[in-house]
């Protein structure tokens, strides 16, 4: 019923690691758009990732490069998410059907995407 369910979400203290996890039903489009988002309290939903599962190619949000990954492994997203530090404490969503050619130019526009997931809560101490 739901296309996408989140997981893996959890509290740890600066500088840990999670991994969140993001299954897809048949409902998704093949090959798909599939992206990372996240939504601080007081703040607007953000792009943190995306990938397209056509070719591999990902982007990132400059705040999490170099710490964060995400990969597919077919009916499978992931979000690898290291040196957690508090700023990222968000609840994460993981989004689907994003834009057609998954580019530069929209990837992280949350109205771009058509099916969600319900979140996932990050919680990061310091």
């Known amino acids: 019923q739901a296309p996408l369910v989140e997981s893996g979400g959890g509290s740890v203290q600066a500088g840990g690691s999670l991994r969140l996890s993001c299954a897809a039903s048949g409902a998704t489009s093949r090959p798909n758009c599939m992206g990372w988002f996240r939504q601080a309290k007081g703040k607007g939903r953000e792009g943190v990732a995306a990938?397209?599962?056509?070719?591999?190619t990902t982007h990132y949000v400059d705040s999490v490069l170099g710490r964060f990954t995400i990969s597919q492994d077919t009916n499978m997203v992931y979000l690898q998410m290291n040196d957690l530090k508090p700023e990222d404490t968000a609840m994460y969503y993981c989004a689907a059907n994003g834009p057609y050619d998954c580019s530069s130019r929209s990837w992280w526009s949350e109205y771009e995407y058509r099916y969600w997931g319900q979140g996932t809560q990050v919680t990061v101490s310091s």
């Open positions: 990938i397209y599962t056509g070719d591999g």
